[in-house]
């Protein structure tokens, strides 16, 4: 590998080069219905321990992968919103290991080793106005999980949950584009947007997104860092690695290549036993599967069937729906609220509809999930932390499209206000009732009866006779008038209707 | 053994003398039975039996079926055997070897279901060499079978148990499978018909994998036309196995009597040049049969031949080192404790009951597909294969319709005489292997049988998907060659 | 008498394969081997025999593999497969125990 000697030996007292930071991320494909090569569910999670197994995932005698048609396109889709190129056959190979998860001793995957036959390669993507090249896309199996019983290592019981062995993975493997943390940050967030827009993954199941991280100086050996368990540990792990080669580097010392592991607990990464097959994997063709071809009829009709990207559904919420563009950055980020918007929205409520969607649903969420949530460590999870708090809650599953939609024409057309919108939304989410029973119950409609509203109007005048009689030649004394009469309602009276009343009060006709 | 018994029949006159009620299922199959328990005393041809009773029962279903005139499928209650590497449901597959004595398969390979679906009766399975890898038998784990010809003499392998019990009349038919001649060889040392189909027309799920680019599972039966009726049942696309081909099932006796009138047959030199003296003059006969019946022949050289063998081996060795990987005695197999063990000590442990041959072969395919060897080895081996197959594919699109060769160079030796001296066991290999490295389908014919009592079988190829034409020139010559003595008892 | 074919298909000699390989291999593939003499000979003639291939002049040969279209593949179905507890080891809670990692 990179040759010792060009390390940093020499420049030992100057300035620290720059640091060179690559990615290996693992998503699922948790979206789909079926594993890459048997019939058993993707989505594993909650199931007993070996109750999402056949023979074909457990490694059985006899038995042949038989390949996801589906894993294929959306992995081809991924490939391509990454900019890659898509090779006309791909192919899968063995990489064999011994280890207790995998049922056959080696992981089916992908490999360049005869031609460029991984799902996708060459690709770049932009991040934060910088160009992050892609090296390859590769499809292969998730293994089993490991489970670890008993206090002492001498009583420790090893046990093995194969539900996970032979989910679908996307391997992304970049180019060492990065320079620091904040890069890898927006990277992270704008994939994990990504494979949830192309309806691969949902980036907030635990375990879902994966990451490993090689650093290096500028001309300096690599180091692989592993057992990373979230995005927020990534970086702080990325940050230990440059800081402490960097160290290395100020004292003369050389950077070992290596592979090292986040140690969570202790801050620190640290280097891992080598195990003898990383020394050089014997990699074989896989013959059970043969090459797959996908022609440009196959890449044609997956372009049309890929969906909006991100920046452009933000393009749109901005220019065609008039969102302002925090707002249409928040909502277009996430798939299942961007789908909700635009599954509710009519030409005159979108404005409304996102603002209500992106203040007040995303924080009833945001509420209902923080009061629920189980303290549950996830291991390997690195999508989890920013998304885990927007999906999955009771609140997004009572809210219906019809219900949401009837809110925000409500408050459009000004018939409520936008505080008893949030009062209604939250009354929905808890007792699961339709837009008409709440605002009818709650009594949230705007008073546009102008009787009931005439006595009001009248006490406000009497209460406040000095702006009353300014009112008659200074207007921003009549909204003062408006608002104490909101106040008296409690936000209900009908602005319109209101001021129409003042001004007949006040000026006497 | 009575021999005029019924279970002589052939397959074709089996299903007739069943459906037309000359005898019934129950009565065939219990004097099947009764020859099995008599025959195995000599010759080991099965590893187990199944339960007779099941197995009467449902012989009598079918005919129940039959007189009720309800469809009994294309088999009718034939007995069949099957070789110890294929599963089937609720019942042990040991491959041959001790690491599986105690795995019960979960499912029926589609073989199995297929056979299952047409009304056979799968009465045993069948001995082989451990995890298929060997040509007499002699590595199976639970020792060899023995050549009803001579029992002094090796079957051939790896499917030597399915051939004895062809040859025998241990059973109507019986499938075996051939990753590089392993249904050839021991059918012509046992004087059978053994039929290695086209790769990807009959489905490898259930098979347990040896060398997965090149294998498939093929009938071994007592004519050219049993073989055909049986390949017709396990052959056609299988959605739990991605390598067969789009092909809808076939009737394969469908033009099987057309004769070779007008075709073009190669008797290929390698092959035939260093082969012994009695199975040569066979060879010259069978060409002779040939061209009476209307066919011509001529000798034509396939240079890449030379260098079947060592890329056979390459590959082979490399695919087994990968799929007995999966035999770590962690999920299932035999017992043997964990306690006390790290990880890779027990798989080592436990990985030590594969016998020296599967152990041998797992090391050199570690080797030659390990970083620093496989662009030397596995890498060449796979492009010599490429290079074999333009030769071969070549020489069916200008000139022949079937090439031609002994099966195997050799008599059939004696049991022990061969076993240790591994690279003089590959040459055995040399005429069949080319089939399986290009995807080919092939048979072996019976032909002849040597002054000392010995068969010799003559080897036939065609190209890809050319099954029909294949079975159409076996069958040619069947009918052609001189009358076979009866093998002895 | 063997046939001719064993000496038309001359095996270089070069006897590269050491013990130490041998042993270094069958750790690889994890076999317990107790006596890698034993196995040594074998494999080396083996091995000798394998390098004809360097004389097959395939350097430049590509490989050929075959193909079949992305819609001829399995299609993504969940469909349960049940039954499979009664032929796998368990060791409770249907987990599979399997011996600690070093
Ligand atoms: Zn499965």
């Known amino acids: 590998m990179s040759g010792s000697g060009r390390g940093a030996g020499g420049a030992a007292g100057g300035a620290a080069p720059r640091p060179v930071i690559g990615l290996e991320i693992h998503c699922q494909m948790t979206s789909l219905k079926s594993k890459l090569f048997c019939p058993c569910r993707a989505d594993y999670r909650g199931m007993a321990p070996n109750e999402n197994v056949c023979p074909v995932c457990m490694g059985m005698p006899g038995t042949l992968p038989r390949l996801n048609a589906e894993a294929v396109r959306r992995g081809t889709m991924i490939a391509m919103a990454l900019g890659c190129a898509i090779p006309e056959r791909i192919s899968f190979f063995r990489k064999n290991y011994f280890y207790p998860d995998l049922p056959k001793n080696f992981q089916i995957t992908q490999l360049d080793m005869y031609g460029d036959t991984s799902i996708g390669g060459r690709g770049s993507v932009l991040v934060g106005g910088r160009t992050v090249g892609i090296r390859r896309v590769q499809l292969e199996e998730d293994p089993g999980r490991m489970i670890y019983e008993g206090a002492s290592v001498q009583n420790r019981i090893s046990l093995v949950d194969y539900n996970r062995a032979g989910t679908p993975l996307v391997e992304i493997v970049t180019e060492p584009d990065f320079e620091g943390p904040r890069q890898l940050r927006l990277f992270l967030q704008m994939l994990s947007d990504m494979v949830g827009n192309l309806g691969v993954c949902n980036p907030a199941l635990e375990g879902a997104m994966r990451a490993d991280a090689n650093v290096s100086l500028e001309g300096g050996n690599r180091v692989e860092i592993k057992n990373i368990s979230s995005f927020h540990d990534l970086e702080k792990a990325v940050v230990f690695e440059i800081a402490r080669q960097e160290a290395q580097h100020s004292r003369g010392l050389e950077v070992a290549q290596e592979t090292r592991h986040w140690d969570a607990a202790r801050k620190i990464t640290a280097p891992s036993r080598l195990k003898e097959e990383e020394k050089g994997y014997r990699y074989l063709l896989e013959a059970d599967i043969p090459w797959v071809r996908i022609d440009a009829e196959t890449v044609e009709s997956l372009k049309s069937r890929m969906p909006e990207s991100v920046s452009e559904k933000r393009e749109r919420f901005v220019s065609r729906h008039m969102i302002p563009p925090q707002v249409a950055d928040v909502l277009s980020s996430d798939k299942m609220y961007s789908d909700l918007f635009d599954a509710a929205r009519t030409d005159k409520n979108a404005r409304e509809l996102a603002n209500i969607i992106t203040t007040d649903l995303m924080g009833l969420a945001m509420a209902s999930s923080a009061a629920a949530a189980a303290p549950a460590a996830a291991r390997d999870d690195v999508g989890g932390d920013a998304q885990k708090k927007k999906h999955d809650d009771p609140a997004s599953d009572v809210i219906r499209v019809d219900g949401l939609r009837e809110l925000a024409d409500a408050v459009a057309s000004g018939q409520m206000a936008r505080n008893s919108a949030k009062q209604a939304l939250h009354e929905m989410a808890k007792t699961g009732k339709s837009f008409a029973e709440v605002s009818s119950e709650m009594d949230l409609g705007l008073i546009s009866d102008e009787s009931e509203l005439l006595g009001v109007v009248r006490s406000v005048i009497s209460e406040e006779p000095q702006a009353a009689k300014q009112a008659y030649s200074n207007p921003n004394t009549v909204n003062y008038l408006v608002g104490k009469v909101m106040q008296k309602t409690r936000g209900k009276a009908d602005p319109q209707v209101t001021l129409e009343l003042l001004k007949r009060c006040l000026l006497g006709d | 053994m009575n021999h005029s018994s019924i279970i002589r029949a052939s397959a074709l006159e089996y299903v007739r003398g069943v459906t037309s009620g000359e005898f019934t299922a129950e009565e065939f199959l219990s004097e099947t039975l009764s020859r099995v328990g008599e025959a195995e005393t000599r010759y080991h041809a099965y590893l187990r039996v199944e339960d007779s009773q099941r197995l009467l029962a449902r012989a009598r279903e079918v005919d129940r079926g039959i007189k009720s005139g309800q469809k009994v499928g294309l088999l009718a209650g034939m007995p069949v055997s099957i070789k110890d590497n294929i599963c089937m449901r609720g019942s042990r597959t040991t491959c041959g070897s001790r690491m599986l004595e105690g795995f019960v398969a979960p499912y029926d390979a589609t073989a199995v279901s297929r056979l299952h679906a047409e009304g056979a009766i799968i009465v045993a399975k069948a001995n082989m060499d451990e995890f298929a890898m060997g040509l007499s038998t002699e590595f199976s784990a639970y020792g060899p079978s023995r050549n009803p010809w001579n029992t002094e003499y090796v079957p051939g392998g790896s499917s030597g148990g399915s051939a004895v019990a062809a040859a025998a009349f241990e059973c109507v038919a019986s499938l075996g499978s051939d990753t590089g001649g392993s249904v050839r060889n021991p059918a012509s040392f046992c004087s059978v018909v053994g039929y290695k189909p086209t790769y990807g027309l009959v489905s490898r799920h259930g098979l347990v994998s040896y060398a997965n680019s090149i294998e498939q599972i093929g009938p071994i039966a007592r004519t050219v036309s049993d073989a055909a009726l049986v390949l017709g049942v396990i052959a056609g696309r299988d959605e739990h196995d991605d390598t067969t081909a789009d092909a809808a099932a076939d009737d394969y006796l469908e033009g099987i009597e057309g004769g070779v009138e007008g075709m073009r047959v190669g008797i290929v030199d390698e092959m035939t040049e260093g082969a012994d003296p009695e199975v040569a003059r066979a060879v010259a006969r069978a060409a002779g049969d040939l061209e009476a019946a209307g066919a011509s022949c001529e000798r034509i050289s396939l240079d890449m031949v030379g260098y079947s063998v060592p890329s056979y081996y390459t590959i082979t060795a490399a695919e087994a080192a990968s799929n007995l990987a999966r035999y770590d005695n962690l999920r299932y197999g035999y017992d043997l404790p964990t306690d006390g063990y790290e990880f890779n000590s027990y798989v080592a442990e436990a990985r030590g009951r594969f016998g020296p041959e599967v152990t041998r072969r797992m090391i050199l395919g570690g080797y030659v597909s390990s970083a620093g060897h496989a662009g030397r080895y596995y890498l060449k081996a796979l492009k010599v294969r490429a290079k074999l197959t333009r030769e071969v594919a070549d020489a069916f699109a200008s000139s022949y319709d079937i090439l031609m060769a002994p099966t195997v160079p050799i008599l059939p030796f004696r049991i022990g005489e061969k076993s240790d001296d591994p690279v003089s066991l590959f040459m055995v290999d040399l005429n069949t292997v080319t089939a399986n490295l290009t995807r080919r389908p092939a048979v072996s014919v019976p032909y002849a049988v040597s002054a000392g009592g010995l068969p010799i079988g003559i080897q036939m190829m065609a190209d890809s998907m050319q099954d029909k034409t294949l079975l159409r020139a076996a069958r040619a010559l069947e009918r052609k060659r001189p009358p076979l003595p009866e093998v002895p008892d | ?102």
Not at chain 3, 9 to 37: F, M, Y
Request: aromatic share 6%.
């Open chain 3, 1 to 102: 008498m063997p046939p001719r074919l064993i000496t038309t298909l001359a095996i270089p000699q070069s006897g590269l394969v050491t013990e130490e390989e041998i042993e270094s291999v069958s750790k690889l593939v994890r076999i317990k081997v107790v006596d890698h003499r034993e196995h040594v000979e074998k494999v080396r003639d083996m091995i000798n025999f394998f390098e004809m291939l360097d004389s097959a002049g395939v350097e430049d040969d590509e490989l050929v593999m075959d193909d079949v279209h992305v819609s001829q593949l399995r299609e993504d179905v969940h469909e349960p497969f049940g039954g499979l507890s009664g032929y796998v080891r368990q060791y409770r809670d249907g987990y599979v125990r399997v011996p600690n990692m070093s």
